[in-house]
C-alpha cells in the first residue's frame, strides 16, 4: 500500500491499493475512489461492537474499500481544517485515539473500542469509551489544526485540556484533575478538569478544539453584516 498527504491547512489522504489490499474508515470521512474500487459497509464485531462504537461516539459502521480489479485510488478528508498523521504501528505499537480523531487504517490493524470505568476521563470531557489501534499496519488520524508532538520519558508528566488530546501510546498514564484554584475554574473559560499525562511514551495533540471554534463561531451569529 501506497499513501500521500497533500494540503495544507484542510488535507487529503491519497491510497493506492493494489489487487488483495484494502482499508477502512469511519463513515462520512470519504473524498473520492476509482472505479473499479469495491466498498462495503458494515459492523465488525455484531451488536457488541456497534454498541461500543456508538458509545464512544464514533461511527457504529465502518466502512472497507478493496482494489477489486487492478489498483484502485482512495482518498479520505479530515472533518475540519487541520493535518493527517501517519501512525506506523509496528513502530508505536498500540495507540489510544481519542473520540473523532481516527480518519482509516489498513485492514491488517485491529481497531477496537473499549470502555473504562473512570469517571473522571466521563467528567472531563471525554467520554468512557475510547478507540484503541495496533498490529502491523499504517493507521491515519486525523488532527485539528496543527500536529502538536511531545516525548515524555518515564515519570515525566504534562497536563492538558482534555478537548486538545487525539492519542498516546499505550504506556502513557492518563488521569483527570481537577483545575486548580477556584477562580480558576470559574472564571479561566479552560473548564473544570485537566488531565495529567505521564510517561513513558508520545503524545498528539490538536492545537485546535471544535468546542473552541463553535464558541468563536457563535459570537457572530445574529450579528449585523
Same mark, same amino acid.
Given at each position: ?130 478507540? @484503541? ?47 486548580q484554584g477556584v477562580a ?26 471544535? @468546542? ?8 457572530y451569529w445574529g450579528s449585523?453584516?
Amino acid at each position: 500500500m501506497e499513501y500521500r498527504i497533500e494540503g495544507s491547512t484542510m488535507q487529503t489522504l491519497e491510497i493506492r491499493l493494489e489487487p488483495g489490499e484494502s482499508v477502512f474508515s469511519e463513515a462520512g470521512c470519504l473524498l473520492s475512489m476509482t472505479p473499479g474500487t469495491y466498498m462495503e459497509t458494515r459492523a465488525p464485531g455484531g451488536l457488541a461492537g456497534m454498541f461500543r462504537r456508538a458509545l464512544s461516539g464514533n461511527s457504529v459502521f465502518l466502512t472497507y474499500y478493496r482494489a477489486a480489479r487492478g489498483e484502485s485510488v482512495v482518498q479520505f478528508t479530515t472533518r475540519m481544517p487541520g493535518h493527517i498523521l501517519a501512525l506506523p504501528l509496528r513502530q508505536y505499537g498500540r495507540v489510544i485515539a481519542e473520540r473523532h480523531s481516527f480518519l482509516c487504517a489498513e485492514s491488517t490493524v485491529d481497531y477496537g473500542v473499549e470502555v473504562t470505568l473512570n469517571i473522571g476521563r466521563f467528567l472531563g470531557g471525554n467520554g468512557l469509551a475510547l478507540t @484503541h489501534l495496533a498490529g502491523d499496519g499504517m493507521a491515519f488520524l486525523s488532527i485539528d489544526g496543527e500536529i502538536v508532538e511531545r516525548d515524555l520519558a518515564r515519570g515525566e508528566s504534562l497536563l492538558v485540556h482534555p478537548g486538545h488530546i487525539a492519542a498516546f501510546t499505550d504506556g502513557i498514564d492518563y488521569r483527570v484533575q481537577l483545575m486548580q484554584g477556584v477562580a480558576n475554574m470559574l472564571f479561566s473559560g479552560d473548564g473544570l478538569f485537566l488531565v495529567q499525562l505521564t510517561g513513558p511514551g508520545r503524545v498528539w495533540l490538536h492545537s485546535v478544539t471544535v @468546542h473552541n471554534l463553535v464558541h468563536i463561531i457563535q459570537e457572530y451569529w445574529g450579528s449585523p453584516r
